[in-house]
């Protein structure tokens, strides 16, 4: 059982709790996952990014975003509350090295799991460079989190209520056509997203790694649940990433994988709901 610390609402629908787990916080690295489990009696194992981790407290941040029954579960627990079990660090770290300028681009809520990245790019010597996307200003997460770390940050949103009204591709491409053009990019998002910013990417010759979130549902590469096509492989998300050559990565096959439970998930969601005694949607 790992307790709650802290949990703190950052927008409409998302949420960061601190939980301690020593052990994970001592090895995790950026980039890194764990899986997590409510309650028993709820069986569900979701993965969640670790977004920070302080080693001496012992403790790890996750960042969540309340999309359905086992996000909305775990939004209602509080400091004190505890999280049945945390299973970690899983995935392989990050990548890091000093490439030289590197483009950083997190979407919605991959501004989370995009943070350590940044954080350790940066300590690797490199010219970082943040672009936030939101739907809509409420939605913009991490902003003062990365202008710690980053060298310049670009926020847009779809609807121009805050930053630039653009999508993350507009200054992703001005980044991509500049000369020199940038050593390294990284995109963290929904699928559609990291799609269009291996696009964007390509045109320019830039490499680009993203952070893949297909279903899990072992986390150890035993059930297959998160396979996804990488330059005409086969390949475990959980075990062989979840960072991938982006431009390897066959998203329209993977975005048509992620809806393969959306009628049972959304059975799920509504009598979740009516459990905990929330609105309905
Ligand atoms: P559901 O209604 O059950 O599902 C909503 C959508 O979430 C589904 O359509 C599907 O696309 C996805 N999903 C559902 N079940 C799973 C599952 N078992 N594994 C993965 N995706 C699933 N979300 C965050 O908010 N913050 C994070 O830091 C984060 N990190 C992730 C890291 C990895 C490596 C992966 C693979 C996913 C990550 N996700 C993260 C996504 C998160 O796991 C899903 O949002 C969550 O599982 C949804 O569960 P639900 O029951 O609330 O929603
Ligand atoms: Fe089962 Fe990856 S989650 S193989
Ligand atoms: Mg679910």
Same mark, same amino acid.
Request: aromatic share 6%; net charge negative.
């Given at each position: 059982?790992?307790?709650?610390?802290?949990?703190?609402?950052?927008?409409?629908?998302?949420?960061? /709790?601190?939980?301690?787990? +020593?052990?994970?916080? =001592?090895?995790?690295? *950026? %980039?890194?996952? $764990?899986? #997590?489990? @409510?309650?028993?009696?709820?069986?569900?194992?979701?993965?969640?990014?670790?977004?920070?981790?302080?080693?001496?407290?012992?403790?790890?941040?996750?960042?969540?975003?309340?999309?359905?029954?086992?996000?909305?579960?775990?939004?209602?627990?509080?400091?004190?509350?505890?999280?049945?079990?945390?299973?970690?660090?899983?995935?392989?770290?990050?990548?890091?090295?000093?490439?030289?300028?590197?483009?950083?681009?997190?979407?919605?809520?991959? /501004?989370?799991?995009?943070? +350590?990245?940044?954080? =350790?790019?940066?300590? *690797? %010597?490199?010219? $970082?460079? #943040?672009? @936030?996307?939101?739907?809509?200003?409420?939605?913009?997460?991490?902003?003062?989190?990365?202008?710690?770390?980053?060298?310049?940050?670009?926020?847009?949103?779809?609807?121009?209520?805050?930053?630039?009204?653009?999508?993350?591709?507009?200054?992703?491409?001005?980044?991509?056509?500049?000369?020199?053009?940038?050593?390294?990019?990284?995109?963290?998002?929904?699928?559609?997203?990291?799609?269009?910013?291996?696009?964007?990417?390509?045109?320019?010759?830039?490499?680009?790694?993203?952070?893949?979130?297909?279903?899990?549902?072992? %986390?150890?590469?035993?059930?297959?649940?998160?396979?996804?096509?990488?330059?005409?492989?086969?390949?475990?998300?959980?075990?062989?990433?979840?960072?991938?050559?982006?431009?390897?990565?066959?998203?329209?096959?993977?975005?048509?994988?992620?809806?393969?439970?959306?009628?049972?998930?959304?059975?799920?969601?509504?009598?979740?709901?009516?459990?905990?005694?929330?609105?309905?949607?």
């Amino acid at each position: 059982m790992n307790r709650i610390l802290a949990k703190k609402q950052l927008s409409a629908d998302v949420y960061e /709790v601190t939980v301690e787990a +020593p052990l994970i916080a =001592a090895s995790r690295r *950026a %980039g890194q996952f $764990v899986i #997590v489990q @409510i309650d028993t009696d709820w069986g569900e194992r979701i993965p969640l990014t670790i977004a920070d981790a302080d080693s001496g407290a012992g403790t790890l941040t996750m960042v969540f975003q309340t999309v359905g029954a086992t996000t909305h579960r775990l939004a209602v627990k509080n400091a004190g509350d505890y999280i049945e079990n945390i299973l970690g660090p899983l995935g392989n770290p990050t990548h890091i090295e000093k490439f030289g300028r590197v483009v950083c681009v997190g979407g919605g809520i991959g /501004v989370a799991p995009l943070y +350590p990245i940044v954080q =350790a790019m940066k300590a *690797a %010597g490199n010219t $970082v460079l #943040v672009i @936030i996307g939101a739907r809509t200003r409420e939605l913009v997460i991490f902003e003062e989190r990365m202008r710690g770390y980053a060298d310049e940050l670009v926020i847009v949103t779809d609807d121009g209520s805050y930053g630039r009204k653009a999508l993350v591709t507009a200054p992703l491409e001005e980044y991509c056509g500049q000369n020199p053009a940038p050593d390294m990019s990284v995109a963290i998002g929904p699928p559609i997203m990291m799609k269009f910013c291996e696009k964007t990417a390509a045109e320019f010759n830039v490499p680009i790694m993203v952070s893949l979130n297909t279903i899990m549902i072992d %986390g150890t590469g035993m059930c297959g649940g998160c396979r996804v096509t990488v330059g005409g492989q086969t390949k475990f998300v959980c075990v062989d990433g979840p960072e991938f050559d982006g431009h390897q990565v066959d998203f329209d096959n993977m975005m048509l994988r992620m809806k393969a439970f959306r009628e049972r998930e959304d059975e799920d969601h509504h009598s979740c709901h009516l459990n905990l005694g929330l609105e309905t949607v």
